[in-house]
């Protein structure tokens, strides 16, 4: 049982950071109806970001929640700013071009940001500092509960409440919907959908940054080619809850992140990431929208 | 115009020249490793103690008047780059000899190549058996993994007293594998029970949900043959899900990044290494002293110390060798004998392994303490 229960910890926290990187994606989809493949690449440099943001500012010499907080915002900026260019330079200029042009363009920018990091960086992995001090804040049945666990559990509902009170509840996040369900029309209303576009990749950029920080808190090791594999988890993530979907994303986030850690605990680890691509299979196949996406005709 | 015409005979005449004194006064040696990636500590301490032999002996005059020319190709770690640089090596570069790979799966890699075009390649480190298996052409200056795997059982055994292990490896990789299997075996032959053998995936960094499993089982002692990044963290989330068995691993923990990586999770761990530097050999104190004087004070691990004797032996093999040609320099590689090298006396047997012993150490920081020494 208690076993059981730290199995559990571990998934949810797994869960909930592939949860914030797939909302990059369905959020990018939601609006353009592209994947974003760069997205992964954000996420990367994010976790450079906050690296250098806590190595020149010297914070890991303090520990706690006020370093966390610089690091965070400077890095959401940060992130926020290479959206922002990643979609003003390599995305609005093909936004006539057919789908599989910007496709094929943002797979080039994902590449083009690994190796510029390995350039920049260095490929060796670095040690991320010590942003939360680690400490047993409480014991349930026996298995204790971290201080990173409860962070990073925290900082991501924190995140998507503030990210559902933006979309369902603010001005900004009427526009984005109504871009979303269609954007010639949403433009003749007087929307402006390049700056709803922005916005979204404002916002989707920012939660990679989030998800990057709390990566290098619980595993502490960061290398330019992290963003891969945990990119393409987020994608299942997106697909699996329905792509488009930002409850669809959480959801799809927590059931993968929890199942991985009970395949490793129960089969072996090397049934991990083809337990990640069969679930997808599965979905495509049963539910071809995801659990929470809906089933849209193509109209001609 | 004429002057034109004389000038230009001149500069023909010394391009000719240099070109051809250029290819006559060196002996080009070839060195493949990962200077960058993963586990770039380990092509970087090597190199450095490549450099540092034929500095040294160039300093001395050279081999047979020659200076000998270092080609350093950085394959960052990667599998598929290693044949790309071996290759270049040895088809434009015109190396006579090969030094590398640290990581036995990049030298299985390398060492066909070599082999093909006939071209000797010693190993400074890799310990994987089947590297030297590959072809005559191939050799390595370190013991193998079963000797290692057979030292960290023994010492587990004897020294920690320990009666239940748990192993934690690397899945599908060469090293890994070769030294786990062999400790399981010896482990068990000498009465120990394996509680638990699991394994992580490469590129892994979240070992949480393996670590819980292991902490069921309950082990005293963990053995965790992967390299010193994936160590350095596996220490660290042991840690913190108090993980109390002691951990074990073999050289690939040696770096300077282990504890960095590991923090104090690390510390108090045990790993079995190629040398030590507390040893009183007069050999390894001169080494460690120059090592330091040119690399500002770091103190070199065991792969640069391996580096230095590869580096030493093929260097040897040369000036032994009646002409700079390859296939003598492997004849004369073969006879190494009773080799003074930093890491002991180094010996080639008929399967073109070096016989020799390992150390224990302990990790107290950037330190390495001596614990104790263990012969084949």
């Given at each position: 049982?208690?076993?059981?229960?730290?199995?559990?910890?571990?998934?949810?926290?797994?869960?909930?950071?592939?949860?914030?990187?797939?909302?990059?994606?369905?959020?990018?989809?939601?609006?353009?109806?592209?994947?974003?493949?760069?997205?992964?690449?954000?996420?990367?440099?994010?976790?450079?970001?906050?690296?250098?943001?806590?190595?020149?500012?010297?914070?890991?010499?303090?520990?706690?929640?006020?370093?966390?907080?610089?690091?965070?915002?400077?890095?959401?900026?940060?992130?926020?700013?290479?959206?922002?260019?990643?979609?003003?330079?390599?995305?609005?200029?093909?936004?006539?071009?057919?789908?599989?042009?910007?496709?094929?363009?943002?797979?080039?920018?994902?590449?083009?940001?690994?190796?510029?990091?390995?350039?920049?960086?260095?490929?060796?992995?670095?040690?991320?500092?010590?942003?939360?001090?680690?400490?047993?804040?409480?014991?349930?049945?026996?298995?204790?509960?971290?201080?990173?666990?409860?962070?990073?559990?925290?900082?991501?509902?924190?995140?998507?409440?503030?990210?559902?009170?933006?979309?369902?509840?603010?001005?900004?996040?009427?526009?984005?919907?109504?871009?979303?369900?269609?954007?010639?029309?949403?433009?003749?209303?007087?929307?402006?959908?390049?700056?709803?576009?922005?916005?979204?990749?404002?916002?989707?950029?920012?939660?990679?940054?989030?998800?990057?920080?709390?990566?290098?808190?619980?595993?502490?090791?960061?290398?330019?080619?992290?963003?891969?594999?945990?990119?393409?988890?987020?994608?299942?993530?997106?697909?699996?809850?329905?792509?488009?979907?930002?409850?669809?994303?959480?959801?799809?986030?927590?059931?993968?992140?929890?199942?991985?850690?009970?395949?490793?605990?129960?089969?072996?680890?090397?049934?991990?990431?083809?337990?990640?691509?069969?679930?997808?299979?599965?979905?495509?196949?049963?539910?071809?929208?995801?659990?929470?996406?809906?089933?849209?005709?193509?109209?001609? | 115009?004429?002057?034109?015409?004389?000038?230009?005979?001149?500069?023909?005449?010394?391009?000719?020249?240099?070109?051809?004194?250029?290819?006559?006064?060196?002996?080009?040696?070839g060195?493949?490793?990962?200077?960058?990636?993963?586990?770039?500590?380990?092509?970087?301490?090597?190199?450095?103690?490549?450099?540092?032999?034929?500095?040294?002996?160039?300093?001395?005059?050279?081999?047979?008047?020659?200076?000998?020319?270092?080609?350093?190709?950085?394959?960052?770690?990667?599998?598929?780059?290693?044949?790309?640089?071996?290759?270049?090596?040895i088809?434009?570069?015109?190396i006579v000899a090969l030094?590398?790979?640290?990581?036995?799966?990049?030298?299985?890699?390398?060492?066909?190549?070599a082999?093909?075009h006939g071209i000797p390649m010693?190993?400074?480190?890799?310990?994987?058996?089947?590297?030297?298996?590959?072809?005559?052409n191939?050799?390595?200056?370190?013991?193998?993994?079963?000797?290692?795997?057979?030292?960290?059982?023994?010492?587990?055994?004897?020294?920690?007293?320990?009666?239940?292990?748990?192993?934690?490896?690397?899945?599908?990789?060469?090293?890994?594998?070769?030294?786990?299997?062999?400790?399981?075996?010896?482990?068990?032959?000498?009465?120990?029970?394996?509680?638990?053998?699991?394994?992580?995936?490469?590129?892994?960094?979240?070992?949480?949900?393996?670590?819980?499993?292991?902490?069921?089982?309950?082990?005293?002692?963990?053995?965790?043959?992967?390299?010193?990044?994936?160590?350095?963290?596996?220490?660290?989330?042991?840690?913190?899900?108090?993980?109390?068995?002691?951990?074990?691993?073999?050289?690939?923990?040696?770096?300077?990044?282990?504890?960095?990586?590991?923090?104090?999770?690390?510390?108090?761990?045990?790993?079995?290494?190629?040398?030590?530097?507390?040893?009183?050999?007069?050999?390894?104190?001169?080494?460690?002293?120059?090592?330091?004087?040119?690399?500002?004070?770091?103190?070199?691990?065991?792969?640069?110390?391996?580096?230095?004797?590869?580096?030493?032996?093929?260097?040897?093999?040369?000036?032994?060798?009646?002409?700079?040609?390859p296939?003598?320099?492997?004849?004369?590689?073969?006879?190494?004998?009773?080799?003074?090298?930093?890491?002991?006396?180094?010996?080639?047997?008929?399967?073109?392994?070096?016989?020799?012993?390992?150390?224990?150490?302990?990790?107290?920081?950037?330190?390495?303490?001596?614990?104790?020494?263990?012969?084949?």
């Open positions: 049982m208690e076993e059981l229960l730290q199995h559990l910890i571990n998934g949810l926290s797994l869960g909930s950071i592939y949860a914030l990187i797939a909302l990059g994606y369905t959020m990018v989809y939601g609006i353009l109806q592209m994947i974003n493949f760069a997205h992964s690449e954000v996420y990367m440099m994010g976790a450079f970001f906050a690296y250098y943001t806590a190595k020149y500012l010297n914070l890991s010499s303090s520990p706690g929640f006020g370093s966390l907080a610089i690091v965070l915002v400077v890095t959401m900026v940060l992130c926020s700013l290479l959206g922002l260019a990643i979609e003003k330079f390599a995305y609005r200029p093909l936004r006539k071009a057919p789908k599989l042009n910007v496709l094929i363009t943002a797979i080039g920018v994902s590449l083009f940001l690994q190796y510029f990091a390995q350039l920049v960086f260095g490929a060796d992995p670095k040690v991320f500092p010590t942003l939360i001090e680690e400490q047993t804040l409480f014991t349930i049945a026996g298995a204790p509960i971290k201080s990173f666990d409860v962070t990073i559990l925290v900082v991501s509902l924190v995140s998507m409440g503030v990210l559902h009170f933006l979309v369902y509840h603010t001005k900004l996040g009427k526009a984005m919907r109504a871009v979303s369900h269609n954007a010639s029309v949403a433009s003749i209303l007087g929307i402006n959908v390049s700056r709803v576009i922005a916005y979204t990749f404002i916002i989707g950029s920012s939660l990679a940054g989030i998800g990057a920080i709390l990566v290098g808190i619980k595993y502490q090791k960061i290398e330019p080619m992290m963003g891969t594999m945990i990119g393409l988890k987020a994608f299942v993530a997106a697909v699996l809850g329905g792509i488009g979907s930002i409850a669809g994303a959480v959801t799809g986030g927590l059931i993968l992140g929890i199942s991985e850690i009970l395949v490793v605990v129960y089969g072996s680890s090397q049934y991990r990431d083809a337990l990640a691509f069969l679930i997808l299979i599965f979905i495509l196949l049963v539910k071809p929208a995801g659990m929470f996406g809906k089933n849209r005709i193509e109209k001609v | 115009m004429k002057k034109f015409m004389i000038i230009n005979l001149i500069m023909a005449a010394t391009f000719i020249f240099s070109s051809c004194t250029k290819k006559e006064d060196v002996i080009l040696i060195e493949y490793g990962s200077l960058t990636g993963d586990d770039a500590t380990f092509g970087i301490s090597t190199n450095k103690g490549i450099k540092m032999a034929f500095d040294e002996i160039n300093a001395k005059g050279g081999i047979k008047g020659k200076k000998i020319k270092l080609v350093t190709e950085d394959n960052q770690g990667k599998n598929e780059e290693t044949a790309k640089v071996v290759n270049r090596l088809t434009q570069e015109k030094i590398g790979e640290v990581a036995s799966s990049r030298s299985l890699i390398a060492a066909p190549i082999q093909k010693v190993s400074p480190s890799s310990t994987n058996p089947e590297v030297t298996q590959k072809g005559d191939i050799f390595r200056v370190c013991f193998i993994d079963p000797f290692q795997g057979l030292v960290m059982a023994k010492f587990a055994i004897e020294n920690l007293k320990a009666k239940k292990a748990a192993i934690f490896r690397k899945n599908g990789d060469a090293y890994s594998e070769g030294l786990a299997n062999v400790f399981v075996a010896e482990f068990k032959k000498m009465g120990g029970e394996i509680v638990k053998d699991i394994q992580y995936q490469p590129k892994d960094i979240d070992f949480n949900a393996q670590l819980a499993e292991i902490k069921a089982k309950k082990p005293e002692v963990i053995f965790i043959p992967g390299y010193y990044s994936d160590a350095g963290n596996i220490a660290k989330q042991a840690k913190k899900i108090d993980l109390k068995a002691i951990l074990l691993g073999g050289d690939g923990w040696d770096s300077p990044k282990l504890h960095e990586i590991g923090g104090d999770a690390i510390n108090g761990q045990y790993f079995s290494n190629h040398y030590t530097t507390e040893s009183t050999d007069p050999v390894v104190v001169e080494f460690i002293k120059k090592f330091k004087a040119r690399y500002n004070d770091e103190v070199p691990d065991g792969l640069a110390a391996l580096g230095y004797d590869a580096a030493k032996i093929v260097a040897e093999a040369i000036e032994r060798a009646a002409e700079v040609k296939n003598l320099i492997r004849d004369e590689i073969a006879k190494t004998k009773d080799f003074a090298g930093v890491t002991g006396k180094i010996s080639m047997n008929a399967e073109r392994n070096a016989v020799k012993s390992a150390v224990v150490v302990q990790v107290d920081g950037e330190k390495r303490k001596y614990v104790t020494t263990i012969s084949p």
